[in-house]
């Protein structure tokens, strides 16, 4: 049995974000005797809403969470960062989600009925890089991390396999844990070799992969053992999409390896192009004193993995008060140097920024239609672990994929 909670002020429609919610309708899903699901509506449960004008109230906030406990799901318009974490603390999976309640239960309903092994369709790709319009647009359509229409429908696998980084963001902390819903965040992490039979569980939990990524938990090209996975992956699942993130300082000159053991869509996060705002972003480059040189390598990779036919997309981390009004200028350059979409992210405070406010729905907009004059705008990111495994929004995976298993430890350094 499965009980369900639906952010809903009529009792009909999901149509509030969690911290906004006046009630929760609570419904069941259970299993029939023959194998179908069958589902009943259980009661409604008032909710003294915690948001007050952009802050929220601790103590309405601790019983809105209590409220919905003894479910297994929440499916909200949106759920916070720090709301989303403590509910999953509680065992809570977060969907966000709109619409009937219904539609809703039917969906969750399929999704409970998929098949835990399935064939996927091979992508037709050509093989030449001078033909990168037809490779990007079969690879993208896909990909949940750049198509917003893929988004809720396919999965994606990221293997941890990249233990250190080789800069310091004044906003990340790498930690080792099964509770954060994070970027640097891992059970821990995978040797190379053990990167072909993690897909081939990972497939048998989630057929709808369709992506199997590398996004750290340190940087993916600060050690050679993200393109060791990715060559041993590709060799045996040519069919599924090879995507790498990484902040970019390595990038440069390894578009054509990069190519050559699959990958072909690529993340760099960049997070300013100006030098004085990069000081206040990055607090360390390993091996120069000199920030100035991230931002060369970044618009130097970027372009070499564009003309190779990858389809870039770049992240930006909106700092309220250090890179906010920034963002425009950040779009400019990436566009020129060829990148094609770019995914605004909303600070998560820790490290030096953790007393710094994270960034309203309104900043976040601003910065949006400031950025879109330049670049696409992925708005569906869901700030995912190193170690996601799932369709983003969706399912988390990852604790059922490294069941009964001890991961190596990694650096924070």
């Not at 995912?384 to 990694?410: H, M, W």
Request: proline share 5%; with cysteine.
């Amino acid at each position: 049995m499965i009980k369900l909670a639906f952010a809903s002020n009529d009792g009909k429609y999901v149509s509030q974000h969690f911290g906004h919610a006046l009630r929760f309708v609570i419904a069941e899903i259970d299993k029939n005797s023959d194998g179908g699901y069958g589902w009943r509506y259980i009661e409604t449960r008032e909710n003294d809403t915690p948001c007050e004008g952009g802050d929220h109230n601790e103590d309405k906030f601790e019983k809105s969470i209590s409220l919905i406990s003894d479910c297994n799901v929440l499916l909200a318009v949106k759920v916070g960062n720090h709301a989303k974490s403590r509910l999953e603390l509680h065992g809570l999976s977060v969907l966000e989600r709109a619409g009937y309640i219904e539609d809703l239960i039917a969906q969750y309903i399929k999704y409970l009925q998929r098949p835990k092994i399935g064939q996927r369709a091979v992508i037709h790709e050509v093989t030449k890089p001078e033909h990168p319009i037809i490779k990007r647009r079969e690879v993208i359509d896909d990909h949940p991390c750049f198509s917003a229409k893929a988004h809720n429908t396919s999965g994606r696998l990221h293997l941890p396999v990249s233990p250190s980084c080789n800069i310091q963001c004044r906003f990340c902390t790498r930690a080792k844990n099964t509770d954060e819903q994070r970027p640097g965040v891992a059970q821990g992490v995978l040797h190379p070799d053990e990167a072909v039979e993690t897909v081939k569980r990972a497939l048998e939990l989630c057929p709808q992969i369709a992506v199997v990524g590398i996004a750290g938990p340190g940087d993916t090209l600060a050690t050679p053992h993200a393109i060791e996975a990715f060559r041993q992956v590709h060799a045996a699942y040519p069919d599924l999409i090879k995507c790498l993130s990484t902040n970019g300082l390595a990038l440069p000159n390894k578009a054509q390896e990069l190519w050559d053991v699959g990958v072909r869509t690529i993340t760099v996060t960049v997070n300013a192009v100006s030098p004085d705002v990069l000081r206040k972003v990055v607090s360390w480059v390993k091996g120069d004193d000199e920030l100035v040189s991230l931002t060369a390598a970044q618009l130097k990779g970027i372009r070499e993995c564009a003309d190779i036919g990858m389809t870039v997309k770049v992240n930006t981390v909106l700092i309220p008060n250090v890179n906010d009004t920034h963002i425009a200028e950040i779009a400019a350059a990436v566009k020129k140097a060829g990148a094609s979409r770019h995914n605004i992210i909303p600070l998560i405070p820790q490290n030096e920024f953790k007393d710094t406010p994270p960034p309203t729905c309104d900043q976040i907009e601003t910065a949006r239609q400031a950025a879109g004059e330049y670049l696409e705008q992925f708005r569906h990111c869901k700030h995912c672990r190193a170690d996601a495994c799932g369709i983003p929004g969706v399912s988390d995976l990852s604790k059922e994929l490294y069941q009964n298993r001890t991961l190596e430890t990694f650096s924070h350094g």
